[in-house]
């Protein structure tokens, strides 16, 4: 099992991207109740992003990304994805995609509650 983010690059500032974060070697005894992503920049420590409740759709998002960054899934391709609109300098970091096994009334929390990673994925926003 392993989860693979893609969809980094370059841009330009108010350039878009959208990431996606794909599980593959999915058994029948996974279930993802939360998906979130993640971003770590240097010299920074990982915060999180957004969220979503997979039972529910509950979405949560990050003040500094609140109204540019939508996050979706996609169940049967075992897909997530975060659109990102308007990205700005401080937008630049790696971005990971995590998910938790483990059900909680809130998708809302510290990275460490999730159980499975992507290796990361490089946006990069300059002019």
């Known amino acids: 099992f392993q989860l693979q983010a893609s969809g980094g690059g370059s841009v330009q500032p108010g350039g878009s991207l959208r990431l996606s974060c794909i599980a593959s070697g999915v058994t029948s005894d996974y279930y993802a109740y939360s998906v979130a992503w993640f971003r770590q920049a240097p010299g920074k420590e990982r915060e999180a992003i957004s969220c979503l409740k997979t039972t529910g759709g509950a979405t949560h998002y990050a003040e500094s990304v609140k109204g540019r960054f939508t996050i979706s899934v996609d169940n049967p391709r075992n897909a997530v994805y975060l659109e990102m609109n308007d990205l700005q300098p401080e937008d630049t970091a790696v971005y990971y995609c995590?998910?938790?096994?483990?059900?909680?009334?809130?998708?809302?929390?510290?990275?460490?509650?999730?159980?499975?990673w992507g290796r990361g994925t490089q946006v990069t926003v300059s002019s």
């Open positions: 995590a998910t938790d096994t483990l059900y909680r009334p809130t998708c809302w929390v510290a990275a460490g509650h999730y159980d499975y």
